[in-house]
């Protein structure tokens, strides 16, 4: 006899556990405690196993009957519901957040030992927190599927962020080849996605190139009256033309000024291979003023409200638009564009330039990068660019600083 509602509701417990019967297999197992479980009894490769389909009242007759109905469906296709079950049970462990947040924990180890930047990892932490978890985290990892990850993108591209898109593709593509070694899935499905994503907008970093703008640039930073620190960051960073992270976050430790010479450690830079910048006359003027108001701390440019801590990344932008340069005109990125651009015009050799710029690929720097390479001309060419400087602020000049071979 089938069973019914009014019968399932009506069964009690008993000293030992009774079965009442439903039909193809599945039964009601009541409990010497009163606890009602749903079974479904079958067989599979000549062996009799069950399965559970839930517990009463949380699983009603009806639902208990689709359940039984789907497990009989996969053993019509030659599935054991069973190892079905397990399966599944154990993707759901490997969801895409959880091998995700195990990847991230493997790079904390190249960050401790300076092979990886901390902000790097935090970029990615943020990417996969805010744009991808929401969408797929909770998907097991070998469920989803290309045109999945592509909509998600999409809604990032959507936002107007092309070069946000790629960069979580990036970060999911290393999470897919993370699960790959794991033997979670067999291939990476971002590779599916090549040429799908829109290419990002070129973010040109502004910079002055004409001389006697820059001159009107460096007499407006002389009468910078925002801050002491700040003033002589943005004369710095023209000296320097290093990108603006590397200066804001400068230590003192790595300042010889005897031997007039800073010294950028590897993780600190870019391409996480070590800088050395030669340091000008007027550049050690400057570092010696810059010893009295923060000489006792870290960072060369501390911040005023926490000296523990540098200059925050908009200081210097905010400085330049203080001193009405807007952002389409000058950034302080842009300064390495305005350095870059009329050392060439000045005739210094672009080997030298492009080495003081810390320009290079990964594999070129890894394989042939000596951070002292061209060391004299670059020195040289320093002391120049700092003079021509001094010669664009009090009168324009632009032909003193000419290549001069050392």
Not at 101 to 109: E, I, N, V
Not at 186 to 206: A, C, S, Y
Not at 211 to 225: K, M, S
Not at 240 to 260: I, N
Request: with cysteine.
């Amino acid at each position: 006899m089938l069973l019914t509602s009014r019968i399932v509701r009506a069964a009690r417990p008993r000293e030992r556990r009774y079965v009442l019967a439903d039909e193809h297999g599945m039964s009601l197992h009541v409990m010497p405690r009163g606890s009602k479980w749903w079974r479904f009894r079958y067989r599979f490769q000549h062996a009799e196993r069950m399965i559970s389909l839930g517990v009463y009242p949380g699983v009603n007759l009806a639902t208990a009957r689709l359940l039984h109905a789907d497990a009989r469906g996969l053993l019509a296709r030659a599935i054991d519901p069973s190892a079905d079950r397990k399966e599944k049970r154990a993707a759901s462990v490997h969801t895409f957040e959880v091998v995700a947040r195990q990847w991230l924990k493997l790079l904390q180890p190249r960050v401790a030992k300076g092979q990886l930047a901390a902000d790097t990892v935090k970029d990615a932490t943020r990417i996969l927190e805010r744009d991808i978890f929401p969408a797929l985290g909770t998907r097991p990892v070998s469920d989803i599927k290309a045109h999945e990850l592509l909509m998600v993108l999409k809604q990032i591209e959507l936002k107007g962020l092309r070069y946000t898109a790629r960069r979580a593709k990036q970060r999911c593509s290393r999470v897919f080849r993370h699960a790959i070694g794991l033997g979670y899935i067999e291939r990476d499905i971002t590779e599916d996605l090549r040429g799908l994503l829109e290419p990002p907008h070129v973010r040109h970093r502004p910079g002055i190139t004409d001389p006697a703008r820059l001159g009107e640039l460096l007499r407006a930073i002389d009468g910078y009256t925002g801050g002491e620190v700040i003033g002589i960051a943005l004369k710095l960073a023209l000296l320097f033309f290093v990108r603006p992270g590397e200066l804001r976050k400068a230590r003192w430790r790595q300042f010889d000024l005897p031997a007039a010479q800073w010294r950028i450690p590897a993780e600190c830079m870019k391409a996480r291979v070590q800088h050395l910048v030669p340091l000008s006359r007027q550049a050690l003027e400057l570092l010696l003023k810059l010893r009295t108001i923060s000489g006792d701390g870290e960072y060369v440019f501390p911040l005023l409200r926490d000296p523990a801590r540098p200059l925050h990344g908009a200081a210097l932008s905010g400085a330049l638009r203080s001193l009405r340069f807007d952002s389409t005109e000058v950034t302080p990125h842009g300064f390495r564009a305005t350095a870059c651009t009329l050392l060439n015009e000045l005739g210094w050799r672009s080997e030298a330039i492009e080495r003081q710029m810390a320009h290079g690929t990964a594999n070129d720097v890894r394989r042939h990068y000596n951070y002292a390479q061209h060391l004299p001309e670059r020195r040289v060419m320093m002391q120049a660019w700092a003079d021509y400087l001094d010669g664009l602020r009090t009168s324009g000049l632009t032909g003193k600083a000419r290549s001069r071979q050392p």
